[in-house]
């Protein structure tokens, strides 16, 4: 057997494995007694709905990754890849146009391969436990929405490797590097503006009590804010959330209407002072410097592998192209992906626990923000008692208790008001 194509199977086996052990650990953590930091919040017929969700939602995620894993291998095996690229090649396009063509079938047949599995997930699983308020059309708007940010931005992130592997020789992962660094640093500034109203509504945030103990809370830090939002996301979900979008003066405030809807002011200041607390703390920073590292890293690794003849016998192509070499790289960068991951799973819970600490010594609400934390969980049906691994490998954020118990070991400053 090609050594590559055994690499490639050991690792596409190995990673359902491992999901497959770290799902069931978890769902054997799921315990009938509801922790006591919760009583009075959940009762008891919510609490064995969250467990039910959590088990359906896991039997689901198993049963796509075994599907997606199954239909991965055998195309593999069968040698899928070489008859979309004599498609791709049968338009006798260059070699840029006919990497689209390429990437463009093998993302297509992903897609539709998936949408049935999302619908069930949205339409079934999701309104079975009443969070979907998404209708048929808006789901399907939603699908051509994405195809286009991904025909536009991919298409041109893509042609932009293709390019510079093809033109500049051992610089070229140099070039890649940041010319993709530059490019998702301009993503980053005209989100706010430009993609993320294609999917929901930012209507500016009401004159009321609400929007002046925000913005004198941001004003106490010296936090300078463009504005802030209020998105209409009840209309694919009553689940709630809140984030900050831009930097400098780009910067926005952006509330879910159900968030607005569940919380009392002093809990949705303290929710945002954390948000807030990951820009004072350099977070965001931290975590832009950390991606451009690691893309860096991956462009140097990729460098090495782009025609090789190995690798291309391992997918039984007949033809080696730079298009190809992007792709068939993906399967091999896999673990290392996994690693840097992990790594940023552990970094990000350490951040999440100085924006919590910020948090709360700043706005001085620590039982606000416990409560908030409290109602996010109960309303999301979120899973309070997580295996460790589960944690250790995915949690980009503490379980909720032990976030809590961290807050309440907070020191808070001594007032000063009589």
Same mark, same amino acid.
């Given at each position: 057997?090609?050594?590559?194509?055994?690499?490639?199977?050991?690792?596409?086996?190995?990673?359902?494995?491992?999901?497959?052990?770290?799902?069931?650990?978890?769902?054997?953590?799921?315990?009938?007694?509801?922790?006591?930091?919760?009583?009075?919040?959940?009762?008891?017929?919510?609490?064995?709905?969250?467990?039910?969700?959590?088990?359906?939602?896991?039997?689901?995620?198993?049963?796509?990754?075994?599907?997606?894993?199954?239909?991965?291998?055998?195309?593999?095996?069968?040698?899928?890849?070489?008859?979309?690229?004599?498609?791709?090649?049968?338009?006798?396009?260059?070699?840029?146009?006919?990497?689209?063509?390429?990437?463009?079938?093998?993302?297509?047949?992903?897609?539709?391969?998936?949408?049935?599995?999302?619908?069930?997930?949205?339409?079934?699983?999701?309104?079975?436990?009443?969070?979907?308020?998404?209708?048929?059309?808006?789901?399907?708007?939603?699908?051509?929405?994405?195809?286009?940010?991904?025909?536009?931005?991919?298409?041109?992130?893509?042609?932009?490797?293709?390019?510079?592997?093809?033109?500049?020789?051992?610089?070229?992962?140099?070039?890649?590097?940041?010319?993709?660094?530059?490019?998702?640093?301009?993503?980053?500034?005209?989100?706010?503006?430009? #993609? %993320?109203?294609? =999917?929901?509504?930012?209507?500016? /945030?009401?004159?009321?009590?609400?929007? *002046?103990? &925000?913005?004198? @809370? +941001?004003?106490?830090?010296?936090?300078?804010?463009?504005?802030?939002?209020?998105?209409?996301?009840?209309?694919?979900?009553?689940?709630?959330?809140?984030?900050?979008?831009?930097?400098?003066?780009?910067?926005?405030?952006?509330?879910?209407?159900?968030?607005?809807?569940?919380?009392?002011?002093?809990?949705?200041?303290?929710?945002?002072?954390?948000?807030?607390?990951?820009?004072?703390?350099?977070?965001?920073?931290?975590?832009?410097?950390?991606?451009?590292?690691?893309?860096?890293?991956?462009?140097? #690794? %990729?460098?090495? =592998?782009?025609?090789?003849?190995? /690798?291309?016998?391992?997918?039984?192509? *007949?033809? &080696?192209?730079? @298009? +190809?070499?992007?792709?068939?790289?993906?399967?091999?960068?896999?673990?290392?992906?996994?690693?840097?991951?992990?790594?940023?799973?552990?970094?990000?819970?350490?951040?999440?626990?100085?924006?919590?600490?910020?948090?709360?010594?700043?706005?001085?609400?620590?039982?606000?923000?416990?409560?908030?934390?409290?109602?996010?969980?109960?309303?999301?049906?979120?899973?309070?008692?997580?295996?460790?691994?589960?944690?250790?490998?995915?949690?980009?954020?503490?379980?909720?208790?032990?976030?809590?118990?961290? #807050?309440?070991?907070?020191?808070?400053?001594?007032?000063?008001?009589?």
């Amino acid at each position: 057997m090609n050594l590559y194509l055994a690499v490639i199977l050991v690792i596409l086996i190995g990673e359902y494995i491992l999901n497959l052990i770290v799902e069931r650990l978890n769902l054997g953590c799921v315990s009938e007694v509801l922790p006591e930091e919760f009583e009075g919040y959940y009762d008891a017929a919510k609490y064995k709905k969250a467990q039910n969700y959590l088990r359906e939602k896991t039997n689901f995620f198993l049963v796509k990754d075994t599907i997606f894993t199954l239909i991965i291998i055998i195309f593999i095996l069968a040698g899928g890849f070489n008859f979309i690229d004599s498609l791709a090649r049968n338009f006798n396009f260059g070699p840029i146009l006919t990497g689209l063509i390429f990437a463009g079938i093998v993302i297509l047949a992903s897609q539709l391969l998936s949408m049935p599995l999302s619908a069930y997930h949205t339409f079934v699983l999701e309104a079975k436990y009443g969070f979907n308020k998404t209708t048929v059309k808006t789901f399907i708007l939603d699908i051509l929405k994405s195809w286009l940010l991904m025909i536009v931005i991919g298409g041109l992130s893509f042609s932009a490797v293709l390019w510079f592997f093809a033109r500049t020789g051992n610089w070229a992962w140099i070039y890649c590097w940041g010319g993709i660094t530059l490019f998702q640093l301009f993503l980053t500034f005209i989100a706010p503006v430009v #993609i %993320l109203p294609m =999917f929901n509504k930012f209507i500016p /945030l009401e004159d009321g009590e609400l929007k *002046e103990a &925000i913005e004198g @809370y +941001a004003d106490s830090r010296n936090f300078k804010l463009k504005g802030i939002f209020k998105i209409d996301a009840s209309r694919r979900s009553t689940k709630s959330n809140a984030f900050f979008t831009g930097f400098g003066k780009y910067r926005r405030i952006a509330l879910f209407d159900t968030l607005i809807e569940k919380h009392t002011v002093d809990e949705l200041v303290s929710v945002l002072a954390h948000e807030i607390g990951h820009y004072k703390k350099k977070h965001i920073i931290q975590g832009m410097v950390i991606s451009i590292i690691t893309t860096g890293f991956m462009f140097f #690794i %990729l460098s090495f =592998f782009i025609n090789n003849p190995g /690798l291309f016998t391992a997918f039984k192509m *007949e033809q &080696i192209s730079i @298009y +190809a070499s992007l792709l068939f790289f993906g399967f091999l960068y896999s673990p290392i992906s996994m690693i840097f991951s992990l790594m940023s799973t552990i970094l990000s819970r350490k951040n999440e626990y100085e924006a919590d600490d910020y948090a709360v010594s700043t706005y001085n609400k620590a039982e606000a923000f416990i409560l908030a934390l409290k109602k996010l969980s109960v309303d999301n049906l979120a899973n309070l008692t997580p295996h460790p691994l589960k944690v250790f490998l995915e949690y980009s954020h503490p379980p909720v208790l032990k976030r809590i118990e961290a #807050i309440r070991k907070i020191e808070l400053p001594i007032s000063t008001s009589s």
